[in-house]
């Protein structure tokens, strides 16, 4: 006689298991973006008005080199 067992997999505690991992995972990139901004931010900050000049910026276009969101 041939016994035949599976063990019944629980689909929904998975995805909602794999959706938590996914936001988790979420907030670090959202964490490390933020964190590489910030020091980006405040290198920037350092410099003089003809240092800015130098490496073609000015004050002004700190926030958006920070960010990601210059485009020259």
Avoid: C, Q
Avoid at 25 to 39: E, F, H, S, T
Avoid at 40 to 69: F, M, P, Q, Y
């Amino acid at each position: 006689m041939a016994v035949f067992h599976t063990t019944p997999t629980t689909y929904g505690t998975a995805a909602a298991v794999n959706r938590f991992f996914s936001h988790l995972g979420d907030i670090a990139g959202n964490v490390i973006a933020w964190n590489d901004a910030r020091v980006t931010r405040n290198a920037l900050s350092s410099l003089s008005d003809r240092e800015l000049d130098d490496i073609g910026l000015v004050r002004g276009d700190i926030d958006k080199v920070a960010l990601n969101h210059f485009i020259r």
